[in-house]
């Protein structure tokens, strides 16, 4: 997914609406900003990253469901 909100707007909401989630991986340079999060559910582990390059328009979303065996 992506959106035109900014790579801090979008970092706050999620950070908001998943408090429990760990913060995995977080880079905040003047060329790109990332954020990845992992959380886990019955039987799952959930992933979300937020990214955005200087040069972009758009920040980007990226979902990932793991099923857990």
């Known amino acids: 997914m ?4 900014s790579f ?3 970092k ?4 908001e609406k998943l408090p429990k989630a760990t ?3 977080n880079v905040e340079t003047p060329e790109v900003k990332m ?3 992992m959380w886990k559910t019955e039987g799952e582990q959930k992933m979300i990253m ?3 390059d200087k ?3 758009v920040t980007r979303i990226v979902l990932n469901r793991m099923e857990e065996e």
């Open 35 to 37: 954020l990845q999060m």
């Open 55 to 57: 040069s972009d328009e």
């Open 23 to 25: 913060v995995a991986g």
């Open 50 to 52: 937020v990214s955005r």
């Open 8 to 10: 801090d707007k979008v």
């Open 2 to 5: 992506s959106t035109t909100d």
């Open 12 to 15: 706050a909401f999620y950070q």
